[in-house]
């Protein structure tokens, strides 16, 4: 089992970048895939990037391929999502989950989520 929590969110402007973490605990840690999802208000939760529990596969929406760079570092339970050039309707809460099966775009392939962290990009 594996718990996550998610941090680094905030208020920027439009073209602002911002490094978003999420922290794993868990004995087994490298055995997760782990995803990064939003949710807007009013809409339905939206995949962002995914990487493979080894770090080395992963992909990303085409919305944000390009811009955002997703990472981790195994042994200290971390991964990252960088976000670039930020835009306006992209505030959202992101969040991330881990899951036991290989990467996912489906956010109920995965079964550990976290609070979420709130990006606001102002325009």
């Known amino acids: 089992q594996v718990q996550v929590a998610e941090s680094g969110g905030g208020l920027v402007q439009a073209g602002a970048s911002l490094r978003l973490s999420c922290a794993a605990s868990?004995?087994?840690?490298?055995?997760?895939?782990i995803g990064w999802f939003r949710q807007a208000p009013g809409k339905e939760r939206e995949f962002v990037a995914t990487i493979s529990g080894s770090g080395g596969f992963f992909y990303y929406a085409d919305s944000v391929n390009g811009r955002f760079s997703i990472s981790r570092d195994n042994a200290k339970n971390m991964v990252y999502l960088q976000v670039n050039s930020l835009k306006p309707e992209e505030t959202a809460v992101y969040y991330c989950?881990?899951?036991?099966?290989?990467?996912?775009?489906?956010?109920?392939?995965?079964?550990?989520w976290g609070q979420g962290t709130q990006v606001t990009v102002s325009s």
């Open positions: 868990g004995r087994t840690f490298s055995n997760y895939a």
């Open positions: 989950g881990a899951g036991d099966k290989a990467v996912n775009s489906r956010h109920a392939m995965y079964g550990y």
